[in-house]
């Protein structure tokens, strides 16, 4: 059987794949290059180490969560549009957390220029959000925020098995996105 051809999205898709099922920091060149078939020198060719392969990690997990949450919204105002951008937020989170860690890691990401485009698309499609509830300005960036704040919260808890109580996961989550509607609804 032929191997496909090795390139930086392949190594990228990879890194993906072993984020999802096994965790970031499971992400390492060994073990790309052993799931790809190839010696850990032959991915210099094609990426400049590990840290740009989470790089690269990172930037494609903000633009999947872009269209994710794009596609989750279009149509819908108000609370409609708030629940389904919390319901795709979470469940790329959760269907996705190794590509969801590598898309946290700020600092690298805010310095390239392909990262913070990918981030602005999503802070856009918040934005857009947020005008339903009549939010603009400094009032929009903050309610941005705060729904990010939460969202990622709340997904990071749920990742890390922060949510051990009996009581069910989904009617928190319900109870944090009635919340967050009645907080963008206040005047602040």
Do not use: C, N, W
């Amino acid at each position: 059987m032929a191997r496909a051809p090795l390139g930086s999205d392949a190594i990228v898709a990879e890194a993906a794949k072993l984020a999802d099922s096994e965790g970031l920091e499971a992400v390492s060149l060994k073990r790309l290059a052993e799931s790809l078939g190839v010696r850990p020198p032959s991915l210099y060719a094609h990426v400049d180490g590990i840290d740009d392969v989470v790089l690269r990690l990172g930037r494609r997990g903000l633009s999947e969560l872009a269209t994710v949450l794009g596609r989750a919204v279009e149509g819908r105002s108000g609370f409609d549009a708030l629940q389904a951008l919390a319901a795709a937020y979470r469940g790329f989170a959760r269907q996705h957390p190794g590509v969801y860690a590598a898309a946290q890691r700020s600092q690298a990401l805010a310095l390239d220029p392909a990262a913070q485009a990918a981030g602005e698309d999503v802070v856009r499609v918040s934005l857009a959000v947020l005008r339903g509830y009549g939010l603009d300005g400094d009032d929009a960036v903050h309610g941005v925020r705060l729904v990010r704040v939460a969202l990622h919260g709340f997904s990071s808890l749920e990742a890390a098995g922060g949510f051990a109580m009996t009581q069910s996961v989904d009617d928190t989550f319900e109870r944090l996105v009635a919340l967050l509607d009645l907080g963008l609804r206040a005047e602040l």
